[in-house]
């Protein structure tokens, strides 16, 4: 029913920055709470940013204020902006959404970031 396409994934220096997208499917978008998760390998999925239908948004504590999450109706798209990059930010960047108020969850395929010198 909605599907997510990511990109903006790459091999990026500690301190640079990455813009992330996610494209979603369908006319559904205005309706959709998206989020950005992370997954390193051994570790457990995490949860990097959300931003609901009214542009709240929140973002966990390891941000630290380096992350922003932003969405752009017309273009269907959400966005997560990351700078001053560290190698623990090293994962897989999964693009999810869910409608306003209901619990089904879709996912995208995902964007490997990856930084490293």
């Known amino acids: 029913q909605v599907q997510l396409v990511e990109s903006g994934g790459d091999l990026v220096q500690p301190g640079g920055s990455l813009k992330l997208s996610c494209v979603a499917s369908?006319?559904?978008?205005?309706?959709?709470?998206m989020k950005w998760y992370r997954q390193a390998p051994g570790k457990e999925r995490e949860l990097v940013a959300r931003?609901?239908?009214?542009?709240?948004?929140n973002y966990a504590d390891f941000t630290e204020g380096r992350f922003t999450i932003s969405r752009d109706s017309a273009k269907s798209t959400a966005y997560l902006q990351m700078n001053d990059l560290r190698p623990e930010d090293t994962a897989v960047y999964y693009c999810?959404?869910?409608?306003?108020?209901?619990?089904?969850?879709?996912w995208g395929q995902g964007t490997q970031v990856t930084v490293s010198s």
């Open positions: 931003i609901g239908t009214f542009g709240v948004t």
């Open positions: 369908g006319n559904m978008f205005s309706s959709l709470v």
């Open positions: 999810s959404a869910h409608r306003n108020g209901l619990a089904k969850t879709y």
